[in-house]
């Protein structure tokens, strides 16, 4: 091969997997929910301070009180499961606070601020995890985070609908 062939291979490879780099260093959303009982035990504050002072970037924010068939929708994936009416029961108790949470691996990266499913569980070996400090068992557990990005898409829609992307803020990238 002459060296122009090379060059152009080169040249065409680093065209091809320009998209791929860009994609990896790209903000992620994430659907964050403070539930019930993190807003009635006051704990808003102390969230979003961690929330902030861990890099994201808040891009919408809802306190809303939802009804039964809300929660019916937003966990359509448990509605066959025993503790469904708890669940309903629990996340009706008062209002919920969602936000959308920007920055990347924002869907990876809140998961493991909250912590573990299972609140008491989180007190263990979580202890400085968000559910340690506000929640009270697997049900009880004061705290949303989306588990992937077909459930961020999901449930920003749910309760935002579409949010235009240029609230991403490229200058940080
Ligand atoms: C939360 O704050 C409100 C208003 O300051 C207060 O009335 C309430 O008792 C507090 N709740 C808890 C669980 O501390
Ligand atoms: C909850 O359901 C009511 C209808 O019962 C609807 O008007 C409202 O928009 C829903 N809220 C969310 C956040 O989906």
Request: proline share 5%; hydrophobic share 40%.
């Amino acid at each position: 091969m002459n060296s122009i062939a090379v060059s152009l291979l080169v040249f065409s490879s680093l065209l091809l997997f320009r998209p791929i780099c860009s994609i990896n260093s790209e903000k992620e959303r994430t659907l964050a929910m403070i539930k019930p009982d993190g807003l009635l035990g006051n704990y808003t504050d102390d969230i979003k301070k961690i929330i902030i002072g861990s890099g994201f970037n808040i891009v919408r924010e809802l306190t809303v009180q939802l009804d039964e068939e809300n929660v019916t929708l937003f966990y359509a994936e448990h509605s066959a499961k025993g503790f469904f009416p708890n669940l309903i029961r629990y996340m009706t108790s008062g209002p919920v606070l969602a936000m959308v949470l920007e920055k990347r691996n924002a869907i990876s990266d809140w998961r493991a601020l909250i912590g573990p499913t299972d609140a008491k569980q989180a007190k263990i070996s979580h202890p400085n995890s968000i559910r340690a400090m506000c929640g009270s068992s697997s049900e009880r557990n004061c705290v949303h985070g989306s588990d992937s990005q077909q459930s961020a898409a999901r449930e920003i829609s749910f309760f935002f609908g579409d949010i235009p992307p240029e609230t991403l803020k490229h200058d940080e990238l």
